[in-house]
């Protein structure tokens, strides 16, 4: 049986649940730039640090000659870095070009890596372009250590920056993901209760405008928000309204499945 990647590259999506099991925040900061790897290169140099992860890694490597970008190619590589299970790693390690394979138990171990360069990379160059542009991808990091509140503040950082529509909106995503995911590890139900509503808020601040990026997505997850909330009926009116504002949406898939949970036909039949 051949070993399975399960490093941030992997295609796979996890099966639905009612309670969300959230995905590396890397791997989703990651999925989402590669569309627009061109348009944000172009869009100016300061960006290539927050898309280094995803568009053109080996040709910003080979030219990062400053010492505060070398940090950043150190937190990239311990986020490059795959994760496995011991047994996984070992079938890997049996190949003699992968003999010296590197690899995480898990993406919270990966994030520690990546947060300890990041540590240097503010503490000695804070103010440098830089590290502005790298607080996307250290939100994504916190996230992926679990801690919600920093990573929150990270994407705010990050979301008021001057930086292109599509980045700022996926950095507003970010924050309503970070309070969703804080809410849900709560015991107390009136008090999950109360943050998803938070959480809720800010899904429908990720971006207000129809034409305007990440939309599609914005209403997906205040859809689910609200199925989480008990609020079925306008989850399933929110989740219905994507497939009829955006029909090309690769989420259609996902959203008849959830509406199939909720006891709704798929949103073609509706």
């Not at 991808?137 to 950082?157: K, T």
């Not at 920056?161 to 009136?190: F, H, K, T």
Request: net charge negative.
């Amino acid at each position: 049986m051949s070993p399975k990647n399960k490093g941030k590259f992997g295609k796979a999506k996890a099966a639905i649940e009612e309670t969300d099991e959230f995905v590396s925040g890397v791997n989703r900061l990651i999925e989402r730039l590669k569309p627009y790897a061109k348009q944000l290169l172009i869009g100016g140099a300061v960006l290539l640090v927050a898309v280094v992860a995803a568009v053109s890694y080996n040709t910003w490597r080979a030219h990062a000659s400053e010492d505060a970008t070398a940090y950043v190619v150190a937190a990239v590589d311990a986020l490059s870095t795959e994760v496995m299970s011991d047994e996984e790693a070992e079938l890997f390690k049996s190949l003699p070009q992968l003999a010296d394979l590197e690899y995480h138990a898990s993406a919270k171990e990966r994030a520690a890596a990546a947060l300890a360069e990041f540590e240097r990379l503010y503490g000695e160059f804070g103010d440098s372009d830089a590290a502005a542009a790298a607080e996307l991808l250290h939100a994504a990091a916190l996230y992926d250590a679990e801690d919600y509140a920093g990573a929150r503040a990270a994407y705010g950082a990050f979301a008021a920056g001057d930086y292109p529509e599509m980045l700022r909106a996926l950095a507003r995503a970010g924050v309503a993901r970070s309070i969703e995911a804080a809410a849900l590890a709560l015991e107390d139900e009136a008090a999950r209760k109360a943050e998803l509503e938070k959480a809720l808020d800010a899904y429908e601040r990720v971006q207000p405008r129809e034409d305007g990026p990440l939309r599609d997505e914005a209403l997906y997850h205040q859809a689910r928000v609200l199925a989480a909330l008990g609020r079925t009926s306008d989850a399933i009116a929110r989740y219905n309204e994507v497939i009829a504002s955006h029909p090309a949406t690769p989420l259609r898939g996902d959203i008849n499945q959830r509406l199939a949970l909720l006891g709704a036909a798929p949103a073609d039949a509706q």
